[in-house]
């Protein structure tokens, strides 16, 4: 199976920036799309930025121009660097991918979330 754990959440001030890492392990085979997700209390679960095995990403609106999505396909590790951090942006924010696993002698399909981690901007 494929596990993603994520790192780097915590408490800072608004204007603030922080930097969360996802490192895939377990029976990967290939990844394609990496991303991050978040949600906030009472707020559905919402698309914050998706990279490609390409390197193509996409953005919510909400963030765009304050964080950047990047990824080290050696390491199997996703970044999610947020800067001008605001109060709205305070979240759990989730890691996903999705791919390939080794399956016996062949490969499956993935999609796998990672525990969460919880970012807090304060005013």
């Known amino acids: 199976q494929v596990q993603l754990v994520e790192s780097g959440g915590g408490l800072v001030q608004a204007g603030g920036s922080l930097r969360l890492s996802c490192a895939a392990s377990?029976?990967?085979?290939?990844?394609?799309?990496m991303g991050w997700y978040r949600q906030a209390p009472g707020k559905a679960r919402e698309l914050v930025a998706v990279?490609?095995?390409?390197?193509?990403?996409n953005y919510a609106d909400s963030v765009k121009d304050r964080f950047t999505i990047s990824r080290d396909n050696a390491k199997n590790t996703v970044y999610l660097q947020m800067n001008s951090l605001k109060p709205e942006d305070t979240a759990v924010y989730y890691c996903?991918?999705?791919?390939?696993?080794?399956?016996?002698?062949?490969?499956?399909?993935?999609?796998?979330w990672g525990q969460g981690t919880l970012v807090t901007v304060s005013l």
């Open positions: 996903n991918a999705d791919g390939f696993e080794y399956y016996g002698l062949s490969s499956a399909p993935f999609d796998a």
């Open positions: 377990g029976s990967v085979f290939n990844i394609n799309a």
């Open positions: 990279i490609t095995s390409g390197g193509s990403t």
